[in-house]
């Protein structure tokens, strides 16, 4: 091995270059048999995840992975139905350039090599192309976004003066003005960010009908700024716009910019190309007269990535606008350091690559002649496509066709739908691997938008395009429908009435939206919160996922595995995964209770059963309903109308008992006098010859649990199978080692994941242990047939055959629901848990704290209350702590508010009531801040009603997140706390039509 690096064996390295043009040559000749894209797979991408490597690898691993790694998973633009953006299809020659530049290594910042002339000469080439005189500058660059920018730093120059370079703009009185196209290409918005005009100072010219620029519109705009004592300086011009490929009317613009003394830019990032066709001379020609013309070659040049260029008419201002020279790049008339001017005095870059040599193998190699057939193909092309399109009754074309880009649609029978419809296909259609063209919008419509720039591209592949956007059209428009609605949509579907919204405030029955709240303060966990960002982002992929995973499949048959995976999911993040347990989605708690009751009662259908429910005056509305088997609204989660109170057909009738966790004055039983009247209760309903449906509370929505461990286990083993214990901890506020324990005890868990974990309302879950599962057999028992109008087929898992009757389509609301609940979840899971525990301490025991020291409000449960401690407990974290936080609010007199104030306050704080009448100013931020806490629980003893603020995990997450990986963001969430309450003050203190005093 010697000290430099040239290889120890030449000839292995030239085996090696043989082995990768091989490779090469051998994918171009059968791209049209290969999928025009597909995705990465992940081992691929692990592979290019390695650390830093410290020793070398053999040359042939690395051709072998460039073989297998990287030709089949490029973006897919050599292809034949590669029709997105406006990729130019590359071409071997000037791949042969390419690699030819890469052996002389040449960096073209200046001085004198052959390099710099054959720049010189594709420079001169291009002077040709587009009349520019001998005297105008040029220089190439990595495409026609740099070309912009310098061109625009030219123009500032210009404008603004020498002094532009020594104090910027800062001693402009009167800011600098350019005009574009709303069609222009986004670089041109890049190059004012980047150049300090700012965005402000880029007016966006309205088009015509056939998307070019409004001259009219662009005189007067001109006009109004000079009235306005700015300064215009330039107008951008397009020659071929990206959207639809429009030429701007330059002559007039032209003309335009000629009167108000405006230099004219021209991006001709892939139109400029069609001055090689005659009939396109006429229109082109005035790029002669700009006074700079930016262009591409990897596009319709078809040279390989990257390369563009620009022309700038005058040359030494071109020149003075970067030419700084450091000592240590003194020119010379002779020697290495000659070849004046350098092309870093026409740019900012020092090191350039070799960017000439492919395009001068191109245009060598292939002759200008060859190219303008290729130009003149795709245009011919483009008419045939756009006449294809006219002639199928379900296609509509958005735009004239001026050049290679047509831009259409599927009419879908929904135009509700129509633009999603439409995205989805071009997504499909490049999943498929079938073609790729890109979508775009044309007057707010989505639109697929065919570019013609592959050589490659025959009549054919734009025939199987257009046959393959009916079929994928048809799926789409049919039995994939509903997977088209928008997330937001399907978040408050697949529940009952309590997900509907409310006309007036878009708010739910818990008072939360079906999409990000961010300006929300939100302490609302015990009951229902308004999705993050985060997770919403994570339905909405999730809810593409499925539409593609079900358009692959032609059918909607994936959302049965998916349900699957989605139950696999749940117990993997919830820690229980391998106890085997039967999951079963619902879409809320009251669902669940009511799947578990029918399951336990199908396994003896003969015997009286009787449901206990713990804390009956803490449950969900709908509880005695539920778990007696009937049903708990008018509407089912799918959407079926039922009479409210009525038995589920086919269930047993079930018995109702319920153990209030409260006294009649409302004040809370010690956890002794609960467990004995569950004793009791259990008991006596046992000795009567009744079976017992024991429903454990752990916690309710006011953060109460009964009966106690040690009584749970006493019960479960002094009556053995005479009594089925069903665990409601849909707050989700145990750890893994408290589920797994009841799992492992036999007791049938319910939760959900839009309490603690804080993800959209209605998600729950049945969770079956083993023993149970095991005892259900399917082939000697049925569930009562009347559940057929809860679960939809797709969600029935083990349940297939004991509920033949089901046959509702899938329950995609509550997937979407679950699948953000989750991604809550994981979230918090990856705060390392001494983190964790360090913030729900701080926030739980500052919260308490605050709520104590308001003057107007009283924790309803005191820390010195017997039943405050969770005791018996496995888990350390969430199951040993109190994170919901009830509490009482007075009137100034020492009154409580009654349930009606109390119901009051809550809606006022859920909104911005700045602008109500007795608002003092000083105070309108405060009233104007959206709090969401927890909604008022009646307490019927104390004739008023509870209020609560809840921890819940996004605080943790968020936190950890926000704060480099400690908690020091908690006292950022307390802050909020405190503004919760100062509300609550101020709500209390103004006069109707706040809260009124009693």
């Not at 080692?737 to 007791?747: F, N, P, T, V």
Request: contains cysteine; negative net charge.
């Amino acid at each position: 091995m010697t000290d430099n690096l040239d290889p120890d064996s030449w000839a292995e390295l030239e085996a090696a270059w043989q082995q990768a043009m091989q490779a090469g040559i051998e994918h171009y000749q059968t791209l049209s048999e290969k999928p025009v894209w597909r995705p990465c797979p992940e081992e691929v991408k692990d592979s290019f995840r390695t650390p830093l490597p410290r020793q070398g690898r053999p040359v042939a691993e690395l051709v072998g992975q460039f073989r297998d790694q990287m030709l089949p998973y490029g973006n897919g633009n050599t292809h034949p139905s590669f029709f997105g953006w406006v990729h130019g299809g590359g071409n071997l020659y000037g791949a042969l350039g390419e690699m030819c530049a890469a052996l002389l290594n040449s960096n073209l910042g200046g001085r004198d090599h052959v390099a710099v002339y054959i720049e010189r000469q594709v420079l001169q080439w291009c002077r040709q192309l587009f009349s520019f005189p001998l005297s105008s500058s040029g220089i190439l660059t990595t495409g026609t976004s740099m070309a912009t920018l310098l061109a625009l730093a030219v123009a500032r120059q210009q404008a603004a003066g020498d002094e532009v370079k020594a104090r910027g703009l800062q001693r402009q009185d009167s800011p600098l003005v350019g005009y574009a196209s709303a069609q222009s290409h986004n670089s041109v918005l890049k190059a004012f960010q980047l150049l300090g005009l700012g965005e402000e100072f880029l007016r966006s010219i309205p088009v015509n009908n056939d998307f070019t620029m409004d001259t009219g519109a662009l005189a007067a705009q001109i006009s109004a700024d000079r009235q306005q004592g700015l300064t215009p300086f330039c107008v951008i011009a397009t020659a071929g716009t990206v959207n639809t490929g429009a030429i701007d009317d330059l002559t007039a613009i032209k003309a335009i910019c000629d009167q108000e003394q405006l230099w004219l830019h021209i991006d001709a990032a892939f139109g400029g190309t069609a001055i090689l066709l005659e009939e396109y001379r006429e229109a082109l020609a005035p790029m002669a007269q700009a006074d700079s013309v930016a262009f591409d070659f990897h596009k319709w040049f078809q040279v390989p990535y990257s390369v563009g260029g620009l022309l700038v008419k005058d040359g030494e201002l071109h020149q003075a606008t970067f030419s700084e020279r450091k000592e240590y790049l003194a020119p010379a008339s002779l020697g290495l350091a000659g070849g004046a001017p350098w092309f870093c005095e026409l740019g900012p870059e020092l090191s350039r690559s070799f960017l000439a040599l492919k395009v001068w193998f191109t245009f060598q190699a292939l002759g200008t002649e060859r190219l303008a057939a290729v130009v003149r193909k795709h245009c011919r092309l483009a008419r045939e496509l756009a006449q294809r399109v006219d002639r199928e009754p379900q296609l509509e074309r958005l735009a004239p066709v001026t050049l290679n880009i047509v831009c259409f649609r599927y009419q879908a029978t929904d135009p509700g739908v129509g633009d999603a419809l439409n995205r989805a296909i071009v997504t499909q259609l490049q999943l498929r691997g079938l073609a790729a063209p890109s979508s775009t919008t044309l007057n707010d419509r989505a639109a697929i938008r065919v570019a013609l720039v592959n050589h490659r591209t025959e009549a054919k592949e734009l025939h199987d395009l257009i046959d393959h956007v009916l079929e994928l059209g048809r799926l789409f428009d049919t039995t994939l429908k509903p997977l088209l609605k928008p997330t937001r949509w399907h978040l408050v579907k697949g529940g009952d009435t309590r997900l509907e919204l409310d006309q007036e405030t878009g708010f739910n029955r818990y008072g939360s939206l079906p999409y990000p709240r961010d300006e929300a303060i939100t302490f609302s966990a015990s009951t229902a919160t308004s999705v993050s960002s985060q997770a919403y982002a994570e339905a909405e992929q999730c809810r593409q996922r499925l539409l593609h995973d079900c358009a692959l499949a032609g059918s909607l048959a994936p959302l049965r595995r998916y349900s699957q995976e989605l139950a696999d999911a749940i117990a993997t993040t919830f820690g229980f995964h391998d106890l085997e347990g039967d999951l079963h989605l619902s879409p809320s708690g009251t669902d669940s209770q009511m799947q578990a009751v029918a399951a336990i009662v199908a396994t003896r259908p003969d015997a009286p059963w009787t449901s206990i429910v713990c804390g009956s005056d803490e449950t969900g509305s709908g509880t005695e309903l539920a778990v007696t088997g009937c049903h708990f609204d008018e509407t089912t989660c799918l959407g079926v109308e039922v009479e409210k109170g009525s038995r589920l057909e086919g269930m047993p009738e079930v018995a109702f008992l319920g153990i209030p966790f409260r006294d009649e004055q409302g004040e809370l039983h010690h956890l002794e006098r609960v467990d004995e009247m569950i004793w009791q209760g259990v008991s006596d309903t046992v000795a009567a010859g009744r079976r017992v449906i024991l429903h454990a509370m752990d916690q309710s929505r006011m953060g109460s649990w009964a009966p106690s461990p040690p009584m749970l286990d006493r019960i479960r083993r002094h009556f053995g199978e005479s009594v089925q214990v069903i665990v409601d901890a849909c707050q989700l506020r145990l750890d893994a080692e408290d589920l797994r324990d009841h799992i492992q005890k036999g007791d049938i868990l319910l939760l959900t994941g839009s309490k603690f974990f804080t993800g959209p309302t209605f998600s729950g879950v049945a969770v079956f242990p083993k023993s149970f599962a095991d005892r259900l057999d399917c082939s000697r028992h049925s569930l009562p047939r009347g559940l057929a109008d809860y679960i939809p087929q797709a969600d029935l898992g083990s349940w297939q055959e004991c509920l033949p009757e089901a046959q509702h389509p899938p329950n995609t609301g509550m997937y979407l629901r679950w699948q953000a609940a989750l991604d809550e979840a994981r979230r918090y899971y990856l705060v390392p848990k001494e983190q964790r525990l360090q913030g729900l301490g701080r926030f739980c025991e500052e919260v308490m704290s605050r709520i104590a020291a308001h003057p107007l409000l009283d924790l309803l449960v005191e820390p010195s209350h017997p039943c405050f401690a969770r005791t018996d407990m496995l888990g350390d974290e969430l199951s040993i702590r109190r994170t919901i936080f009830p509490f009482l609010v007075r009137h100034h007199d020492g009154s409580y508010l009654t349930p009606e104030e109390a119901r009051t306050l809550y809606e006022k704080l859920n909104c911005d009531i700045g602008d109500e009448p007795g608002i003092p100013a000083a105070e309108k931020e405060l009233a104007a801040q959206c709090c969401h806490i927890g909604q008022p629980t009646e307490i019927p003893g104390k004739k008023t009603a509870a209020l609560r603020i809840s921890a819940g995990a996004r605080i943790i997450s968020q936190c950890w997140q926000e704060g480099d990986g400690n908690m020091a963001k908690i006292e950022d969430e307390l802050e909020q706390i405190s503004t919760i309450l100062d509300k609550i003050s101020l709500c209390v203190d103004t006069p109707d039509p706040l809260v009124s005093q009693s």
